[in-house]
């Protein structure tokens, strides 16, 4: 029986990256950026306002206030998407939309809640620009460059705008999309063949008979493998005989790993171990000093990693989460691919023996700034009740024993709800 942290030294020394494909790129998402991406424009490609208001020139409006506004004569009207036909010139403005190309003799824009509709004395009354007031009074003076996006403040021709390994988000498909590139390289989805064993498991559509359980592992641990980004290729129930499990274990290594779960235990119709050493496999290890997950067991088959998880439920989980999950991540070329664990406080005890480290299913919450992490009941490996009310694992380590209320401990998230919270956070 080796450590956690040993087995897992072992898996990912094992796991290797997978290659690339080209896609575009909102099926890019949430995969692994192959290649460095320049830009090939400015961006902005213009001066254009950032503001909807008026252009003018800052030397029209020096110490215009609310009590002495200056009135400038509107030549032209500029919404986003056109370039101005005339040029701003002393006296004038033009009025402009957020986004519009800066126009020529302009060096500022002063927004229009700082305006006021107005008259420009020597024009006709109804004189007006498109339908819209001849004058604007403006209240506020300016300074040169204000409320402007310059040209290439973004970032410039030839700049690196997303970088080889970055993980592909919304703001990353909002990038290339601004840079006019439709489709990218990125790391391959790992396709991960998922096997349940036992001649106690019956499929979803069945009604069990006595002595018979529906095979629930296959799709949680399905639903884990496409959490992490990944396909999970089903291979159903192979029977306790070495012939029919040998059969699905060998079209599973048309994946690019094999999951399977139950049959890695002491039982007389264990036959996981041996098929898997029948077929090459170099198994490199098998039981892990762990609560829950301890059978669990890793190898090698055909250069493809194969893992055989507890059949217990809570078991395979958990066991998941710490050893399957970080391979698979590691495959799609991530660099981050362990959860990120954090302290809290305990508020109950916890019964625990040394030598093995403890996954407790537990429920967190936060008050003033400070999580507490409260056990659940039934932490039976069977119990998934407990597990669909868990949101997150509290770690003890191997060597402690018995821990009090209050105490601090590390805890692990388990999916995302440490992310979101019901109310705004400002």
Same mark, same amino acid.
Request: charged letters at 25%.
């Given at each position: ?45 213009? +001066?254009?306002?950032?503001?909807? *208001? ?57 927004? /229009? ?47 690196? /705008? ?5 993980? $592909? ?18 790391? %391959? ?14 499929? $979803? ?18 639903? %884990?493998? =496409?959490?992490?980004?990944? @396909?999970?290729? %089903?291979?159903? @129930? ?17 994946? +690019?790993? @094999? /999951? ?72 799609? *070329?991530?660099?981050?691919?362990? =959860? ?9 005890? @916890? ?8 996954? /407790?299913?537990?429920?967190?919450? %936060?008050?003033? *700034? ?32 018995? $821990?009090?209320?209050?105490? =601090? ?18």
């Amino acid at each position: 029986m080796i450590s956690v942290e040993a087995a897992l030294e072992i898996i990912l020394s094992e796991i290797k990256t997978l290659g690339m494909e080209r896609v575009d790129i909102l099926s890019a998402l949430g995969r692994v950026l192959g290649e460095d991406i320049a830009a090939a424009a400015d961006n902005p490609p213009w +001066d254009n306002s950032a503001m909807d *208001g008026y252009a003018v020139r800052t030397a029209d409006i020096k110490e215009a206030s609310k009590e002495k506004p200056v009135i400038l004569q509107i030549i032209e009207d500029l919404p986003a998407g056109y370039t101005a036909k005339k040029s701003v010139k002393k006296g004038e403005a033009i009025r402009i939309m957020t986004g519009a190309p800066m126009p020529m003799g302009a060096d500022a824009v002063v927004m /229009v809640e700082e305006t006021e509709k107005a008259e420009v004395k020597g024009l006709p009354s109804n004189a007006s620009i498109e339908g819209q007031e001849s004058g604007v009074k403006i209240f506020k003076e300016a300074k040169t460059g204000d409320n402007i996006r310059r040209a290439g403040e973004d970032f410039k021709n030839g700049d690196i /705008v997303l970088t080889k390994g970055a993980t $592909i988000r919304p703001a990353e498909i909002g990038m290339l999309a601004a840079i006019g590139k439709p489709n990218v390289y990125v790391h %391959q989805r790992p396709k991960i063949a998922v096997l349940a064993t036992g001649d106690e498991l019956v499929e $979803i559509e069945e009604t069990p008979a006595n002595g018979k359980i529906i095979n629930s592992n296959s799709y949680a641990i399905s639903a %884990q493998i =496409k959490a992490c980004g990944a @396909i999970p290729v %089903q291979l159903g @129930i192979a029977r306790d005989n070495k012939k029919d499990l040998e059969k699905k274990l060998e079209f599973g290594l048309t994946a +690019d790993c @094999i /999951v399977s779960s139950g049959g890695v235990s002491v039982g007389d119709f264990d036959f996981v171990k041996d098929v898997l050493k029948g077929m090459g496999s170099e198994m490199r290890f098998w039981k892990v000093a762990m609560k829950p997950g301890k059978p669990l067991a890793f190898g090698v088959i055909a250069n493809k990693p194969a893992f055989g998880l507890p059949g217990n439920p809570i078991s395979s989980m958990v066991a998941f989460e710490q050893f399957v999950r970080p391979a698979i991540l590691k495959m799609t *070329g991530k660099k981050d691919i362990f =959860k990120r664990a954090f302290e809290a406080l305990l508020t109950k005890p @916890i019964k625990k023996k040394s030598g093995r480290m403890h996954f /407790v299913r537990a429920a967190i919450e %936060q008050k003033n *700034g400070q999580f507490y992490a409260t056990p659940l009941e039934g932490q039976g490996s069977g119990m998934l009740r407990s597990m669909v009310k868990a949101d997150c694992l509290i770690i003890l380590p191997e060597n402690i024993q018995d $821990i009090e209320k209050d105490c =601090k401990v590390k805890v692990q998230p388990l999916g995302e709800g440490l992310l979101y919270q019901d109310k705004p956070g400002y």
